[in-house]
């Protein structure tokens, strides 16, 4: 119920594929965490407490150490997570999303692109964003090799120093095949234990991104402001009046700048402009499924910022580029 009664701007300026993405990624991620918490974790607590608990048989000074290295593999992952991969992906998303609207258009407007001559400029912009994506990928394989790779060097560390103490004992004559063996052993559950929870770590903090980003969807987004509010729309002749009306989906892509026109309604009035030029944008912004990010559109006198929108979608009818059928009759769709 509040995705309907979601601004639209919003959900323009990002895509529908984008949408989407953001809302399946959302809840799928949010049933996957859960059943990690629930499943995966406390398997995770039980090797450790089994763990912990063998260490503290073969010596105290052990559980020490291990806990010691063990909380310092946690605050580097979660460093590099925090500081380094959060915000490489969603910076790497925002270049794949980018460059796969201006793969989109360069399909849409084939035609337009060749006509205009504009076939290099078209590619190599392409390229630049193909290249922007490679740069992102190797920086994040980059840290995550560093992430997985600090629990190796714990356990490499362990198995030196073991050795060192196995070689040391043989020297003072006081060598423990016993415990030498058991310390090998060890060292081989414990390296299993630190890759298995930093991979656990890992996916759950990937699936809480997701999650926070869905949440954010509905929590920072403002509704509809006057969807079934205000005065009722009167519907006179339909005289459209449009004055230095600006619109943007971004900071680098402005549709409108101080842009007008009248449309009378005695008048057809056709909109001929080359794709992507605006057209559908305009007609959305009468329909006021989109607003303007400066100044009004008059229809009849009447302010539609200031009026019930829904009296006024009773009078609209809109056929998209795209369009649904519901699942119904003919009279219904």
């Known amino acids: 119920r509040k995705f309907f009664l979601l601004e639209a701007n919003y959900i323009e300026k990002i895509g529908t594929g984008r949408t989407i993405s953001l ?48 909380v310092c593999m946690y605050i580097f992952v979660w460093w590099i997570n925090k500081r380094y991969l959060t915000t490489l992906r969603s910076t790497r998303k925002q270049i794949w999303t980018e460059s796969s609207r201006h793969l989109v258009r360069m399909i849409m407007a084939k035609q337009e692109i060749l006509y205009s001559n504009h076939t290099e400029k078209e590619i190599d912009s392409y390229n630049t964003k193909v290249q922007e994506q490679q740069n992102i990928n190797y920086r994040i394989t980059h840290y995550i090799f560093c992430m997985f790779n600090f629990p190796l060097i714990i356990v490499q560390s362990l198995s030196i120093v073991t050795l060192l103490y196995a070689y040391i004992s043989i020297r003072d004559g006081n060598f423990s095949l016993g415990l030498f063996s058991a310390l090998l052993a060890m060292i081989g559950y414990l390296s299993q234990l630190m890759l298995k929870s930093t991979e656990s770590y890992k996916q759950l903090w990937d699936q809480f991104i997701h999650i926070d980003k869905y949440r954010d969807f509905f929590d920072t987004e403002q509704v509809i402001s006057h969807y079934n509010e205000w005065k009722a729309f009167q519907w006179l002749w339909w005289t459209i009046i449009i004055e230095d009306v600006s619109f943007s989906y971004s900071k680098s892509i402005t549709v409108f700048k101080n842009f007008s026109i009248t449309i009378q309604w005695w008048k057809k009035t056709a909109l001929v402009w080359p794709s992507w030029g605006g057209k559908s944008t305009l007609i959305k912004l009468i329909a006021w499924y989109l607003q303007p990010d400066s100044w009004e559109i008059v229809v009849d006198d009447q302010k539609l910022s200031e009026v019930n929108l829904l009296s006024y979608y009773k009078h609209v009818g809109y056929l998209t580029q795209e369009p649904s059928v519901f699942d119904g009759t003919i009279r219904e769709n």
């Open 23 to 70: 809302l399946q990624d959302g809840v799928n991620n949010r049933v996957d965490a859960l059943l990690m918490i629930q499943y995966e974790f406390p398997n995770l607590v039980i090797k450790l407490w089994f763990t912990l608990y063998l260490l503290w048989n073969i010596g105290r000074s052990y559980v020490t150490i291990f806990l010691f290295l063990f």
